[in-house]
Structure formats: structure tokens, C-alpha cells
Nanobody, 123 residues
Framework: QAQLVESGGGLVQPGGSPRLSCAYS????????MGWYRQAPGKGRELVAT???????NYADSVQGRFSISRDNAKNTLYLQMNSLKAEDTAVYYC?????????????????WGQGTQVTVSS
């Protein structure tokens, strides 16, 4: 069964540099567009960074230059390297994948989410 499982969250001091991991099962993810989203208390879920099957990356303005998204298909893992963390980065971070299937001649996207991992930035 295709699924995404995040790890690497926890309590981090301001300025810290943790790395989040998202292990994906199922070869369907290897060419899919994947990303990281986050949801802070009382706020909606927002995009953090994405990476296409062709390795093209995109970042939210708030994390540009501090975070780096990457993937290792040999290890079936998506990463988010987070640097220079701030209190406002505190959130639950979710791994996301969009798999496009061809059904009856039409392209049908399926969206997958991990269960989320909490990152708390505090001294």
C-alpha cells in the first residue's frame, strides 16, 4: 500500500538545523511531484517546498534560502533540510505526493499525505 511516513521533528532551538525525512513506499512515488507543507496552530496548511519528478524545486518566500528540499529515490526518501530556524517555523510538517494516473484515457491526480511531524522552535 502506498504511504508516506515523516520523521525528524521535535523540539529545536532557534537557529537550529534539523532535517525532516519522508519515507515513501511504492514505486509510484519515484516520478511524482512531492513536497512539504506545514500547519501552524490556528492557521491553514501552507506550502513550504516542492520538488518535481525531474528534480525542479520551488520554495515559499518565508523559507527561501533557509530550507532545502531533496529526494533520494534509491532510498525512497524525501528530505527537508531546515536551517536558521525561527519561532515562526513552529508547525506540523506534512509530506505530500501527487501521483498522476491514466484512467480511461484521462489523467487523474491522486494526492497522498503523511501523518505529519511536529517541529517546535523554542529556547
Amino acid at each position: 500500500q502506498a504511504q508516506l511516513v515523516e520523521s525528524g521533528g521535535g523540539l529545536v532551538q532557534p537557529g537550529g538545523s534539523p532535517r525532516l525525512s519522508c519515507a515513501y513506499s511504492g514505486s509510484i512515488f519515484r516520478r511524482s511531484n512531492m513536497g512539504w507543507y506545514r500547519q501552524a496552530p490556528g492557521k491553514g496548511r501552507e506550502l513550504v517546498a516542492t520538488i518535481t519528478g525531474g528534480w525542479r524545486t520551488n520554495y515559499a518566500d518565508s523559507v527561501q534560502g533557509r530550507f532545502s528540499i531533496s529526494r533520494d529515490n534509491a532510498k525512497n526518501t524525501l528530505y527537508l533540510q531546515m536551517n536558521s530556524l525561527k519561532a515562526e517555523d513552529t508547525a506540523v510538517y506534512y509530506c505530500n505526493a501527487i501521483v498522476v494516473r491514466t484512467i480511461g484515457g484521462s489523467l487523474v491526480p491522486d494526492t497522498y499525505w503523511g501523518q505529519g511531524t511536529q517541529v517546535t522552535v523554542s529556547s
